[in-house]
């Protein structure tokens, strides 16, 4: 059964930091790109940042540059976004996403809550 578990969400003043971590099983992680994305109240989702699979490349979204990274460890089956310099407007939903492209084939987290309060 393929699972991605989000955790490291919750609240923390404009400025703070906060690691979110995916934890996955399932399914052969390191041969997926991994991305985190994010939701606020009445907006659409959006991507925040991409690893692909062999960590070779990474792509953050332009709100995030120089703020958040992403990054992987295969060994663990884990995801992880480091976020510093939280700014109210990074308040969202964040979801971990799972991707091989070639099979078309995707999966889901359930999403952790962030709130960055001003």
């Known amino acids: 059964q393929v699972q991605l578990v989000e955790s490291g969400g919750g609240l923390v003043q404009s400025g703070g930091s906060l690691r979110l971590s995916c934890a996955a099983s399932?399914?052969?992680?390191?041969?997926?790109?991994m991305s985190w994305h994010r939701q606020a109240p009445g907006r659409e989702r959006e991507l925040v940042a991409v690893?692909?699979?062999?960590?070779?490349?990474?792509n953050y979204a332009d709100s995030v540059k120089g703020r958040f990274t992403i990054s992987r460890d295969n060994g663990k089956n884990t995801v992880y976004l480091q976020m510093n310099s939280l700014k109210p407007e990074d308040t969202a939903v964040y979801y971990c996403?799972?991707?091989?492209?070639?099979?078309?084939?995707?999966?889901w987290g359930q999403g952790t809550q962030v709130t960055v309060s001003s």
């Open positions: 690893i692909t699979s062999g960590s070779r490349n990474t």
């Open positions: 996403n799972a991707l091989r492209p070639r099979l078309r084939t995707e999966y």
């Open positions: 399932g399914f052969t992680f390191s041969l997926y790109d």
